[in-house]
Structures are given as structure tokens and as C-alpha cells.
């Protein structure tokens, strides 16, 4: 297949690329190499790419309505895996229209180009951000999610919505995959995980939020590779009735909604013991109040995309410390 994938340089859009290179496939990778984090980081991650000849780099901001067009129009694309954006609950509290430019009138350009050139089936990246401060558990993508807490979570919820337009107006084929807390080997600086890691490295404090008392569904980057790969294959059709993971129960539009997690929150201060095993160090804590923007837990229901597609997370939380901080070893050399 030809296949498009954004935010290629990024963490998840590496990995997913990694997974499908040399498959035999004709990948295009588009990044627009910002600088929310170490662009070192972002070049390394496609450096690990060249290698593999049938992966074509270009670097084209999701928002430049213009080239985005011409790309879709040049390249006739199968299908697309949108995992672009502008990441990060309270990098929005201070920068709002970076969000604005790159989840709304991005994601609204890679719908159009969709559109406009048949392409067979659009992935995209939600998060589970957009439950924000449900009580319900496990989290499920029959719950309402009206009510975010985050202007990164209200983009997210906007993509679910732009794309069922998409999907009802035009037959576009579209689904939405909400992300649990991502991390592993390549993540990004501004994730827990990463973060601790440095600091203990460091030896500087760990800042603990909320005291300590939340909890996550961390979720191995490898295991979520595998859920994008197998859900690209699962097209939403349109029908008279709906299903499990069909969140138009008139089954209206080519639509599918579904939690991609691990599916077993754990505490942070577990996660935190997992990151002092896997460095062999003691973290000193500086404990602190939840952070705007911020929830206490989450937890993903991910028995509609086992059903669709067999996923089931391999990779617990002691394991994935392990691996990453033998990554971040080996990268920073220490």
C-alpha cells in the first residue's frame, strides 16, 4: 500500500513507521520538526528510518493548507495514519494556538485530502484526555466526554467530531483511536517516564503530583504499534445497525471509535518504584498539588478493539522501565 503517516519524527509516528518499513509498502513521512521538545531527538528518530528506502521523509507543516492539498494530490495515498499534533495537557495552558493550528486546522486539511483523493481508510490519534474528569471505570467509548478539561483535550474531541462529519457527509472511512499514556524507548522529554528517568540520572528530585495518589494505564509503545497496525486493516463500514465500537448506533457513517490502553491502571508511585528498578537508583520525591488541566486516574475498556482486531498488551509496566531505561542509556551514553 502507499501509505501516509504524520508526525513521523514524533514518538508514536517512529514507531508505527519502524513497524511498517521494509514491509514492502510505499511510505511517505511528513513532520514539521518543531521545537516543543529536543529537535536532536526528532532528528535521531529519523535518522533510525534511513535505512529502509521505501520510507520518503518530507517536511511540511500539517497546517499549510496549500502544500498539504498538492501532497495529497501528488502521492495518491491508500491510506493515512494521522498521528501529528501538538502534544501535551499543560503545554496548552500557556500556548493555545499552537493546538488551534496544528489538532484543528491540521487535522481538518489531512479530512480534506482524505476526501478529496478516495483514500480507503483514515487512522487518527485521539487520547484519553477527552474523558477528563469521569468517574465511570474502566473508560469506555459509550461514556459522554463533553465535558474536557483541556484545551488539548477539547482539540481531540473536536477531531472525533470533524472526522464523523467527514465520515457521514462523504464515506470517508475513519477511526479514532484514544491513546493511554504512552511510553517506551524514543518517548518524548515531557513524559513522566522520560522525565523521572533524567532526573534520578541527575540526581535531582522527581516532582510527584497530587501527592502521589494517581494512577495511569501506561501503555508500552510497542503494544500500541500493534493495535494502529492491526486496526489499519479493520475498515468502518456503513450499515443499518451498529456495533460494539460504532459510536452512531444508526450506523450512519464509516465510523469506529475505540480505547487503545493496556487496560490495568497503575499507581504512580508503583510507576515511580518501576523507573528506581530498572536504574538501580533511589529517586528523592518533591511531592506536589495536581496540576491544572490535570486528572487523578485513568483507565481504558479495550474490549471493543480486541474484539475488532485480538489486541492484547503484552508489556507491564517493570518491563517497559526496563526497556526504556536501557534506551535512554544507550542513546545519552551514560
Known sequence: MKLLITGIAGFIGHAVAQ????????????????DYYDVKLKYARLASLADCKDVRFVELDLSDRERMAQLFGDEKFDRVIHLAAQAGVRYSLDNPHAYADSNLVGHLNVLEGCRHHEVQHLVYASSSS?????????????????HPISLYAATKKANELMAHTYSHLYSLPTTGLRFFTVYGPWGRPDMAMFKFTKAIFEGRPIDVYNHGDMSRDFTYIDDIVEGVVRILNVIPERADGGTSHDVTPSGSAPYALYNIGH??????????????????????????????????????????????????????VEEGARRFVDWYREYYRI
Open 19 to 34: 513497524r511498517l518499513a521494509c514491509q514492502g509498502h510505499d511510505i511517505v513521512g511528513i513532520d514539521n520538526l518543531n
Open 130 to 146: 477527552v474523558y477528563g474528569m469521569n468517574q465511570r471505570v474502566p473508560f469506555s467509548t459509550d461514556d459522554n466526554v463533553d
Open 263 to 316: 487496560g490495568s491502571p497503575v499507581s504512580l508511585m508503583d510507576f515511580v518504584h518501576a523507573v528506581e528498578a530498572a536504574t538501580g537508583r533511589k529517586a528523592e520525591y518533591n511531592f506536589m498539588p495536581m496540576q491544572p488541566g490535570d486528572v487523578p486516574r485513568t483507565f481504558a475498556d479495550t474490549e471493543a478493539l480486541y474484539e475488532a482486531t485480538g489486541y492484547q498488551p503484552q508489556i507491564d
